[in-house]
């Protein structure tokens, strides 16, 4: 594909508590570690397919602050181009993550700031990266009327569309027959279609639902079951890959996203563009952090050569 992946979303300084349990309402605990890093999905995404080869664009709002500082400087390791607005009345967004101690599950809270603020009109203003994409890509931290708007002329100009159903939410009439790929996991897959996901059975029924409502394929992430690609005439389950003791899953979805992307404008095939975005997944998991944790080209080549 001719172009470069470009990705709507949000940037959050994550904050990120691990402990050996949540607290109950009332109760305070005291916690094992913290962390402050940089984080949200659209962001996570733009560094991991960077970092996988891709050329990059993200767009997005920032405030005018210590977080937006920070986001700068992973973008620019990274490799990451910008098309970002920088605004004085409103924050950079920032995420409580809880970390539990013993298995690395994660619970979130997002609080987007200034990103939560992205309206169809700013949409307009960024018209020129979307048309001229060869995949766009959005999930559904702004708000979902800016994401449909993008979708919108994503398809117009004939551009690749990854729509990233997280978090979970409900899709306005229309949403899906704008996406060429929807990726929801298990959860979020669910909440879209009723269907309960705890089989592969059950996973490629809500594939059959997501397509019956427009999506051109839908590929469900299924944690440490690998994920399932399902397009109508195929439907094939990757396994996921062994790439060492886990120790957080908050930036696995991300890590699979901006990794299949990445393989898609390499010219791979949906499927072993799949196995690429679970192999980035992989690595993701094994060490700490969102955005710290995407993997580089080379180390995600060597193990899918592995296995």
């Not at 979303?9 to 094992?32: C, Q, S």
């Not at 767009?59 to 607005?85: C, P, Q, S, Y």
């Not at 809880?98 to 700013?122: H, K, M, R, Y």
């Not at 397509?211 to 994920?227: H, S």
């Amino acid at each position: 594909m001719a172009g470069p992946i470009v990705i709507l979303g949000v940037f959050v300084a994550d904050a990120a508590y691990r402990a050996d349990r949540l607290p109950k309402i009332g109760e305070t605990l005291l916690g094992n570690s913290f962390a402050l890093g940089p984080g949200g999905k659209g962001s996570n995404q733009a560094v991991a397919a960077a970092r996988a080869g891709a050329e990059t664009r993200f767009l997005t709002k920032l405030g005018r602050d210590t977080f937006a500082d920070m986001a700068f400087r992973i973008w620019e390791e990274a490799g990451v181009t910008l098309a970002v607005t920088q605004h004085d009345d409103q924050p950079t967004g920032s995420a409580f993550i809880f970390l539990e101690e013993a298995t690395g599950n994660n619970a979130i809270i997002i609080c987007p700031g200034v990103a939560g603020t992205i309206a169809p009109e700013d949409i307009e203003g960024w018209r020129s990266e979307i048309e001229n994409a060869a995949v766009f890509m959005t999930q559904l931290e702004q708000p979902m009327d800016a994401a449909m708007r993008a979708l919108e002329i994503a398809r117009g100009a004939g551009v690749t569309t990854i729509l990233n159903t997280a978090p979970a939410a409900d899709l306005p009439d229309g949403m899906l027959s704008l996406c060429d790929y929807v990726t929801p996991n298990e959860h979020e897959a669910e909440g879209l279609t009723g269907i309960h996901v705890r089989t592969l059975d059950d996973a490629r029924k809500a594939a059959d639902r997501l397509i019956a409502d427009g999506a051109g394929a839908a590929i469900l992430t299924l944690g440490e079951n690998g994920a399932l690609y399902h397009d109508g005439d195929v439907s094939v389950h990757v396994p996921a890959f062994n790439a060492g003791l886990v120790r957080e899953t908050t930036g696995a979805g991300d890590a699979f996203n901006g990794g299949f992307a990445a393989a898609l404008t390499r010219g791979m095939t949906p499927v072993d563009a799949v196995r690429f975005g679970c192999a980035t997944a992989a690595i993701s998991v094994t060490r700490p952090g969102t955005a710290a944790s995407m993997p580089r080209l080379e180390e995600v080549e060597s193990l899918l050569a592995k296995q």
